[in-house]
């Protein structure tokens, strides 16, 4: 297995043991936590409980992709953004921060606040600034597998081979980021958006041959759907199945885990690390 770094605003940043992505909504609509942190201060506040409990990064999010979910202008993403990332990076200057949009103007926005990276859902398919502004900051840019167009992102697809179809797609975008000069690229296979219960479960199971080692990967399973409704549980309430799932893909080589409970992700990465000692 091949050693990954990201060159973060010239931190380099190694990811030889995993790292942990807190997710902070700043939205009044996402699924599980919309409204909660929708103000400076306590978007201050989650910033603080997620880095204690053990995130590196720091995923901040001002629109919620939910299905359903209010869609929203750029100009209103910097809106609900405000000071928000340049008070988490003087608060909490060694942590690491993601702005998850898909709109270059709103990463424009993110860069001169401070931003360390840049998470994008639809691997620059909805805006087509939005390379040419990843490639002006030369931040590490992940690149997520969705439907081609935001009001099709959610539109379960039927995939002869799920695993060969996301890794087709990621050949073609890294190929195209790499020619504009975004190297450090990270990918996200997806999960949640436009793929059936079977199809993401198959995924789980063959994450290690996703882009083939190539580039790390980002697993964002946290209180996702494909886990919960086919249990009948609420989306808070299962943290046992994930943690298992966490476990299964650290195994085959994730390097990032996007999560809303970082304290339990933080023991399933102790306990990888452990077991990988022992070996």
């Known amino acids: 297995m091949r050693d990954h770094f990201l060159n973060c605003n010239g931190r380099l940043i190694g990811l030889q043991v995993p790292k942990i992505m807190g997710i902070l909504n700043l939205t ?15 978007a201050l506040l989650h910033a603080e409980k997620l880095i204690l409990e053990g995130a590196e990064i720091i995923d ?18 910097i809106r ?12 909490f200057p060694d942590v690491l921060v993601s702005l998850d949009t898909f709109y270059g103007a709103t990463v424009r926005y993110g860069f001169n606040e ?16 939005m390379w040419t502004e990843v490639a002006r900051t030369r931040l590490p840019y992940i690149a997520m597998h969705i439907n081609p167009d935001y009001a099709a992102m959610h539109q379960k697809v039927q995939y002869e081979d799920i695993t060969l179809a996301v890794n087709s797609f ?30 993401q479960m198959k995924l789980l199971e063959e994450i290690g041959y996703l882009g083939f080692g190539r580039f790390p990967l980002l697993i964002g399973i946290s209180r996702k759907s494909f886990i919960y409704k086919p249990l009948g549980k609420s989306p808070s309430d299962i943290n ?40």
């Open 240 to 279: 046992e199945e994930t943690q298992k799932l966490h476990l299964k893909v650290l195994e085959q080589g994730a390097k990032i885990l996007r999560v809303h409970d970082v304290a339990e992700a933080k023991k399933t990465v102790d306990e990888f690390l452990r077991s990988r000692a022992g070996r």
């Open 114 to 129: 401070g931003i360390d990276m840049v998470n994008d859902i639809s691997a620059g398919q909805f805006d087509e600034s």
């Open 28 to 42: 009044p609509d996402s699924f599980s936590d919309g409204g909660k942190f929708n103000t400076e201060h306590s």
């Open 170 to 199: 990621f050949m073609q975008k890294t190929r195209e980021l790499m020619d504009l000069g975004i190297r450090d690229v990270i990918l996200d296979p997806g999960f949640g958006f436009g793929k059936t219960v079977e199809d």
């Open 60 to 77: 901040i999010g001002p629109q919620s992709t939910r299905p359903g979910a209010e869609f929203l202008s750029s100009d209103e993403e």
């Open 80 to 91: 609900r953004i405000g000071n928000v990332i340049s008070a988490v990076k003087k608060e």
